[in-house]
């Protein structure tokens, strides 16, 4: 799944996401993926930071399983 798909399927479930590069940091881990909210009553809060955009998505799968949003494949 792209990191469009991603986003799209974390909109459809109440999830606010983002992606970004930061040039600024100098090439060490200038990816970050945030989400925030989800469909529970409790709120909650995800980060992840990588050196590529595809690490930086791999993390993030595995945060988002962690609170009960098993991205598909």
């Known amino acids: 799944m792209d990191v469009i798909a991603v986003l799209g399927w974390l909109l459809e479930r109440d999830v606010n996401a ?3 590069v930061d040039a600024e940091r100098g090439g060490v881990r200038p990816w970050t993926f945030h989400a925030s909210g989800g ?3 409790d709120r909650w ?9 595809e690490e930086c998505l791999q993390q993030a799968r595995k945060a988002l399983k962690a609170h009960g949003l098993d991205l598909p494949e």
Do not use: E, F
């Not at 809060?45 to 955009?53: G, L, P, W």
């Open 45 to 53: 809060a995800i980060r992840a930071d990588a050196d590529s955009a």
């Open 18 to 20: 983002l992606i970004r």
């Open 39 to 41: 469909p529970r009553s």
